[in-house]
């Protein structure tokens, strides 16, 4: 079966320090990784895919299938960083592209 | 359109009402999904559209709540018998498919509020 485990559900850092937003699955096949972020009054939206290898708003994930994780990582936290942070996977054996969920890490930059 | 439209985007019922809550996905998203957002909960998978194949309804939690999708666009989805429990933010999300896989583009949500 397919599950995603954020730990953290609330993690408060102050500005200039480093974050990690710790994000686990659990599939047997090749999953697509991605993290979703939700600030506050706004919608849904796709901060990154792990395909991609791409650096959003100076964040970056790296897949590590011997650990089975896809951590969220940014060197120097903004205040504007406070927001909602999802982790979700897709399976590509299934054939389609349901989006499993974590139950997401709330997080707070501190001034 | 230029993106995922919901609505209403707020809604009140009384317990034991039926609701429909409306969704317009972006125009050539053959994918379409249902999820609800409960606090402490994350993101529940409802249900999943994709073309014209038959709907993915698993993560349907009892028998009062049904979709549907006319015409390969807009959705609706309907409580009946509305229960407190059902209080939460439901979202719409739409995509392509096939590969590579962009992910979803995700409406703004209903809020909905049973009393």
């Known amino acids: 079966a397919q599950r995603v485990t954020q730990p953290e559900k609330l993690l408060s850092v102050f500005k200039g320090a480093p974050v990690e937003l710790k994000c686990n699955y659990s599939y047997s096949g090749s999953p697509e990784l991605f993290w979703y972020v939700q600030y506050s009054r706004q919608r849904l939206q796709l901060l990154l895919r792990?395909?991609s290898r791409e650096s959003i708003k100076g964040f970056t994930a790296d897949l590590n299938k011997g650990e089975t994780s896809f951590h969220l990582k940014k060197p120097f936290a903004q205040e504007e960083d406070s927001a909602m942070y999802y982790c979700?996977?897709?399976?590509?054996?299934?054939?389609?592209?349901?989006?499993?969920f974590g139950q997401g890490t709330r997080l707070t930059i501190n001034p | 359109g230029a993106g995922v439209s919901q609505s209403p985007s707020n809604k009140v019922t009384e317990k034991g009402k039926d609701v429909e809550l409306r969704c317009d996905p972006i125009s050539g998203h053959t994918a379409l999904y249902w999820y609800r957002q409960s606090l402490g909960q994350g993101l529940e998978f409802l249900i999943y559209f994709q073309g014209n194949s038959a709907p993915d309804k698993s993560g349907l939690p009892s028998d009062r709540f049904s979709a549907e999708r006319t015409g390969g666009s807009v959705s609706t989805l309907t409580i009946q018998r509305t229960q407190q429990e059902d209080s939460a933010v439901y979202l719409c999300?739409?995509?392509?498919?096939?590969?590579?896989?962009?992910?979803?583009?995700f409406g703004s949500g209903t809020r909905l509020t049973v009393v």
């Open positions: 792990h395909i």
């Open positions: 979700a996977l897709t399976g590509f054996r299934d054939g389609a592209q349901k989006l499993v």
């Open positions: 999300a739409s995509s392509t498919t096939g590969t590579p896989f962009y992910g979803y583009t």
